[in-house]
């Protein structure tokens, strides 16, 4: 299939694009800086799309022609003035899929997030969301893809992961319990490739998740464990009142890990049924206890 993939350059969408290419497919990729394509892949097609400016159907639809599928993996978790999430998130992947609906595009796959459809969602939930329900509304085949926090080689929040587990003491926000079921991302672009293959594609809102839920605390110990570090893990709960107001000054800071929306949607919650991956994959999910090593990194 000739696949249109958004975000190419990106943490999965890299991963998405060398799964995609393994299975033989030919992969366009769109990104703001064609020239940096050939370190994913020297044999990926790039093509200059600029979020930032593509708000129209028409700035797409010299990319979505001829295409059989178009996925977005465009995302970021800070705006600024320059990348605001309703643009980024919601008015440029809209353009992108109205454009895919013009050219006749067979399916379409968007890399949302879990708490996406939170009622009370922060920012960057909602503007997934519109872009979610505007994919919906146009009805092509669609799926849309809401992983829980995605692990993997060259993610930043997994080596943030990495290096707290390594602590002697390792900080939590409060108790610890914040609920999550991390997936790998190698199971993320695999399950993605079955997902577009297989004849009848699943649509509308699909969990993406590790095979278990756990808790903040639990995760550690168990990467604690992954990492091959054989002492117990000890931990230092700090006061939520003290969590917050670290998360209000890290919104002003540029680079920081939190802010007052990251702490949202962590105190949410991101869990969610693994059923549909383990279908795609034909197996279960890798759990952490195989993120790192041979088994989840290469």
């Known amino acids: ?55 129209r159907a028409a700035d797409w639809l010299p990319l979505a022609g001829g295409m059989d599928v178009v996925i977005n993996a465009v995302g970021i978790l800070r705006e600024s003035r320059r990348q605001p999430f309703e643009l980024i998130h ?41 872009a979610d329900q505007h994919l919906l509304s146009l009805g092509i085949p669609a799926a849309i893809v809401r992983p829980s926090v995605i692990f993997g080689k060259g993610s ?9 587990a390594h602590l002697p003491l390792i900080p939590l926000p409060g108790d610890g319990l914040q609920q999550l079921q ?5 199971d993320l672009a695999d399950a993605v490739v079955e997902l577009l293959e297989s004849e009848t594609m699943a649509t509308g809102p699909l969990d993406f998740v590790g095979p278990e839920a756990l808790s903040l ?39 920081v890990a939190l802010d007052t929306d990251t702490l949202a949607m962590l105190n949410q919650g991101s869990v969610g049924d693994s059923s549909v991956v383990a279908q795609l994959l034909r197996r279960p999910p890798r759990p952490v206890e195989h993120f790192v090593g041979s088994r989840g990194e290469r």
């Not at 991390?182 to 190698?186: A, M």
Request: contains cysteine.
């Open 90 to 130: 919601h008015r440029a992947p809209a353009a992108l899929f109205d454009a895919a609906a013009q050219a006749g595009v067979r399916r379409i796959v968007q890399i949302s997030a879990l708490g996406a459809d939170h009622p009370a969602g922060t920012p960057y939930q909602r503007s997934k969301s519109a």
């Open 156 to 164: 930043a929040s997994a080596q943030l992961f990495r290096t707290m």
């Open 217 to 255: 605390r639990e995760f550690y110990a168990k990467l604690r464990h992954a990492l091959g570090i054989r002492r117990p893990a000890r931990f230092l709960p700090i006061p939520m009142p003290l969590i917050e107001t670290a998360a209000r000054l890290g919104s002003y800071l540029p680079g």
């Open 182 to 186: 991390p997936i790998h991302v190698h």
């Open 1 to 55: 299939m000739k696949i249109l993939l958004a975000g190419a350059t990106g943490f999965v969408g890299r991963h998405l694009a060398n799964a995609l290419e393994a299975a033989g497919h030919e992969v366009h990729a769109a990104v703001r800086h064609p020239s940096r394509a050939h370190r994913v892949s020297p044999t990926l097609c790039a093509k200059a799309a600029d979020f930032t400016l593509a708000t």
